[in-house]
């Protein structure tokens, strides 16, 4: 979900996990009314805020990870072992001693989306998660969730303000303008190709997106490439078939 500050993406999201009842209209998430039924689909939703230091209570980094399973009732055996699987694949088995709120911001956001997928939810929220961490760290984490999609299958419901993420990670994107409207619904290219729109939502495209669109008024036609390698391709194909038309003239 993209917009602008105040457009309602932290209110939605806060709707979809129950914390907050609609004055109008209806939610289902999961089957069930978020407002009145969490507890029949808590278990098969993880998440996490923008500020996770509202989230992490735990005096320990372990704690805090098996506070779920150990909540729902997991045995102590398995517990250890969802814990132990979900440090090791987020690279953080060496914080499991440490005290959460002396971590890095990095730290604090991948022990946050620890707890939210140690048992392996249907549905994972983020809000803003690539918010307090360095460009290295965003796209460790970028991978992480592009895995957890494909691997367990976890549908990713997210906000974020960071454009050039978009195109990494999203299928499909909502543009949401003040007022809670949604002014456009596409895939990333799609979305990003609507400069009129994005503009309309204050929302700056990626870089590559301002790329292409300033080659088109120029009279340079090519689709519009969102990441560096689709857009290095698109114009040494470009190059090669100008070159091949001089050849032949």
């Not at 509202?54 to 779920?68: E, G, K, M, T």
């Not at 250890?80 to 694949?89: G, N, P, Q």
């Not at 990713?156 to 007022?179: C, F, K, Q, R």
Request: charged share 25%.
């Amino acid at each position: 979900m993209l917009g602008p500050n105040g457009s309602g993406k932290s209110t939605l999201l806060s709707l979809l996990l129950g914390l907050l009842k609609p004055s109008e209209g209806e939610i289902e998430v999961l089957g069930a009314d978020p407002s009145k039924d969490y507890e029949k689909i808590r278990e098969k939703i993880g998440a996490l805020l923008q500020n996770v230091d509202l989230q992490i209570i735990a005096p320990r980094v372990w704690d805090d990870v098996s506070f779920s399973p150990r909540n729902y009732g997991y045995k102590e055996e398995e517990t250890a072992r969802l814990v132990e699987d979900i440090l090791k694949k987020l690279e953080i088995e060496h914080l499991k001693d440490k005290v959460p709120h002396y971590l890095s911001g990095g730290e604090k956001t991948k022990v946050g989306l620890a707890g939210a997928l140690v048992i392996k939810p249907e549905l994972l929220i983020l809000d803003e998660p690539f918010e307090h961490i360095d460009p290295a760290c965003r796209t460790e984490l970028i991978k992480l969730l592009n895995r957890v999609n494909k691997e367990n299958g976890t549908a990713i419901i997210l906000s974020t303000h960071n454009m050039n993420t978009v195109p990494l990670i999203a299928d499909t994107v909502y543009l949401i303008a003040e007022g809670g409207n949604i002014a456009g619904k596409g895939t990333p290219k799609e979305i990003f190709s609507q400069v009129e729109t994005l503009s309309r939502c204050h929302i700056e495209p990626p870089i590559l997106g301002e790329l292409f669109s300033a080659l088109k008024k120029q009279g340079v036609e090519l689709d519009i490439s969102l990441t560096v390698d689709e857009a290095a391709c698109t114009i040494a194909s470009a190059m090669v078939l100008s070159k091949n038309k001089t050849g032949l003239g």
